[in-house]
């Protein structure tokens, strides 16, 4: 759905997890055992993957201005304070947050790469498109770090498109063409 290149390290996870769902089509790849394997989910816990998704996704439009005010994003909260993660130290003394158990879980792999991310400050650039029929999770490069829509050549221009003939059925309509002098 969207032209940019996918977010940086660890969200890049986040952000493939969140584009499981299609909006505008209702194609769910977690329906598929390709796509449960692709997380290594099974078909008894794509119902939790589902919930943890849309949490995610519900932070996405949160970092792009939404909010919802009926406590949803407590949702994602509660959902990553069940991820058992510790800090290891490398043999460079580095330090490092690591899964605690099943180093392939989901949610355990998901809330290392929201850590990682809220420490490198690229967290809050993971978005969700403002577009209702869309809401593709997409990474926000701008300067300002102000993108609105995963695409500004499909959503972004749908949303101008909109606003344009709104602005014309309310009587705003333009003017006479400018001349220029003889």
Not at 57 to 63: E, I, V
Not at 82 to 109: K, M, Q, Y
Not at 145 to 157: I, L
Request: charged share 25%; glycine share 10%; net charge positive.
């Amino acid at each position: 759905m969207t032209d940019r290149p996918p977010a940086p390290g660890g969200l890049a996870l986040v952000q493939g997890f969140v584009n499981t769902l299609d909006i505008e089509t209702g194609v769910d790849s977690l329906a598929t055992p390709e796509g449960r394997a692709a997380f290594g989910l099974t078909a008894r816990t794509v119902p939790a993957a589902r919930e943890l998704r849309e949490a995610l996704r519900t932070a996405c439009l949160a970092h792009a201005g939404h909010r919802t005010g009926d406590g949803s994003t407590a949702v994602l909260d509660r959902l990553l304070a069940a991820a058992p993660l510790r800090v290891a130290v490398d043999a460079w003394g580095a330090a490092v947050l690591r899964p605690a158990v099943e180093p392939d879980a989901l949610l355990s792999r998901i809330a290392v790469a929201i850590a990682g991310a809220v420490a490198d400050g690229t967290w809050v650039r993971l978005k969700a498109c403002e577009a209702e029929d869309c809401r593709w999770a997409f990474y926000d490069r701008s300067p300002a770090g102000r993108g609105r829509w995963c695409a500004m050549s499909v959503c972004g221009a749908r949303a101008k498109m909109r606003a344009y003939r709104a602005r014309l059925a309310e009587g705003d309509r333009p003017g006479p063409p400018l001349r220029s002098c003889p």
